[in-house]
Each structure stands twice: as C-alpha cells, then as structure tokens.
C-alpha cells in the first residue's frame, strides 16, 4: 500500500542533544546533554557535585533538593536543558574560601541534626530557601515548609532546631 504518511521510521530518531549553558555555584558550565537527562544526574555523573543525593529519584524525599535562580528546586525531577540560562546553586557552593562551614551547616552539627547524613544536603539546601522565602516563623511551620524533606533517621528534632537558631540570626 502506497501513503503518505510522515511519520519517522520505527527506530529512527531526532537528534536528542541539545547544547546547554548555565552556571553551578558561580562557575559557568557549557555541555552537550541529552535532553532526556536530569539535573541530578548531570551534577552528579558528569560535574562530579555529589552532594545532591539520589534518594528516591521520584521527587519524593527531598535529597535531592538544590537551587535555581535562588528557589528550590528537586533536581530528580528537573531536566537539566531547563537549566539554561539560570544559576544553580549546590551544597557543594555554601563553605566559606577558607572551608569554614556556613552557618546553617554549623548550626546542624551544634544541634547534632544528622546521623546518616544522606538527607542533610537537601535539608540544607531546602531550609536555606524556607528561611529567605520567610517560611521559618515558628516550629511548626518551619517542620511544614521542610516536609518534603524526608530524614529516614528520624533526625527531625535536631533539624528544626538548627533550622530555627538560623533564622534567628538572619533576622533584623
Ligand atoms: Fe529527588 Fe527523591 S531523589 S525527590
Ligand atoms: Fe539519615 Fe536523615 S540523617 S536520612
């Protein structure tokens, strides 16, 4: 049977790379990606930013959580071609030149709010966004602006209070 159809060709495929420029904790990054990869896996497999952790890959639990442009974002669930153009910011960036931890991570350990530790990068990464989005009032609603935030360890009590003695000192 003769047609016109124009469709591919089973097997065939488009071009999936796409060229992409952004910048990762003020460094410019320019790279070839697939545009099926995600954020999480571009930081992690190909700039070697390992801090962002793969929890679930199902933008479910929060480890994965880094920043673009300032807000938080899952970058499971984020396509790294959507990070064109915009800064990205990882833990891997929060230290000071001379190593000294910032001090919403000084606040974790003075509170002891890790034990495993695989869920503190996005817990951090998560709370430093809660608190400039204003959304560390009181306990209660810095634990429901950080529920997406899962600690497997039940670390919750020492989180809240590192994340409550931060805001406090970013306020006035
Ligand atoms: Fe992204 Fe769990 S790894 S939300
Ligand atoms: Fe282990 Fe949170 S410290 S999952």
Redesign the pocket.
């Known amino acids: 049977m003769t047609g016109t159809a124009t469709e591919p060709e089973h097997g065939s495929s488009p071009d999936d790379t796409a060229e992409v420029a952004f910048t990762v904790n003020g460094e410019a990054v320019r790279l070839v990606l697939d545009t099926r990869e995600s954020l999480l896996d571009v930081l992690r497999e190909r700039l070697g930013l390992t801090g962002a952790k793969k929890g679930c890959d199902h933008g479910q639990c929060g480890a994965c959580t880094v920043h673009a442009d300032g807000r938080r974002v899952l970058a499971c669930l984020t396509l790294a071609v959507q990070a064109r153009g915009r800064a990205v910011a990882t833990v891997e960036g929060l230290a000071a030149p001379d190593g000294a931890p910032h001090p919403l991570q000084q606040a974790f350990i003075d509170h002891d709010a890790?034990?495993?530790?695989?869920?503190?990068p996005g817990q951090i990464m998560s709370a430093l966004a809660c608190v400039a989005e204003g959304h560390a009032g009181d306990d209660e609603e810095i634990r429901e602006y950080l529920s997406g935030n899962l600690?497997?360890?039940g670390?919750y009590p020492g989180i809240v209070a590192a994340v409550r003695d931060y805001a406090r000192t970013t306020e006035g």
């Open positions: 890790l034990q495993c530790g695989y869920c503190t600690c497997r360890c670390a």
